[in-house]
């Protein structure tokens, strides 16, 4: 007997919406759905009828799984890296006049992550030459998407006025444009 996953695609839905209220809306709602569905066509390929539950039942255990799966993968990449930032936040301190003025004279320091301690000074004052030197919007997306709690590009798009494709292609051209300038 075939299951219609087509029939328990409001689960899907439901599931996702519910992780991500609880996420804080910190993913994009049409991601959430997509591995909701990629967990439910998971279900209909495992699902053993002759064992007496309900496909609806399996489905919604399978997709949940799914979802919470990818919300890990993705939160994970974000956790290290703010507690290597944090870590390294800690243990340096400015110890003298010049690198309190460096990190005084550090354009928008706010917005350019931790990461940057682990950055020797030169290629640090290279990096924010670099970024001073693409266009403005592109120099915003960067600092919002890099800064301490960043936003996803679907909240770049709307704080910017376009489309979180026009903001990813924004975001890769900028990145080319540093590696080319940082390389140089």
């Known amino acids: ?43 209909a390929k495992r699902y053993r009828p002759e064992l007496g539950v309900k496909f609806s039942t399996f489905a919604t255990r399978r997709v949940h799984g799914a979802i919470w799966d990818k919300v890990r993968e993705r939160c994970q990449g974000r956790r290290e890296m703010k507690a290597f930032t944090r870590s390294l936040n800690e243990r340096i301190e400015p110890d003298n006049a010049e690198s309190e003025e460096l990190w005084a004279n550090t354009p928008d320091a706010s917005a350019i992550n931790g990461l940057q301690a682990c950055l020797s ?10 970024i001073s030197m693409l266009p403005a919007n592109q120099q915003k997306l960067l600092a919002m998407y890099y800064a301490d709690e960043p936003l996803s590009m679907a909240e770049i798009g709307e704080r910017l006025g376009c489309s979180t494709s026009n903001v990813s292609y924004q975001h890769t051209s900028a990145m080319k444009t540093l590696r080319k300038r940082l390389a140089a």
């Open 121 to 130: 000074a030169e290629m640090r004052m290279r990096l924010e030459k670099a």
């Open 1 to 43: 007997m075939a299951v219609d996953v087509l029939e328990h695609v409001g689960i899907v839905k439901a599931i996702a919406n519910r992780i991500n209220l609880k996420t804080g809306k910190r993913f994009e709602a049409a991601d959430l759905v997509q591995e909701g569905m990629l967990g439910l066509l998971d279900a």
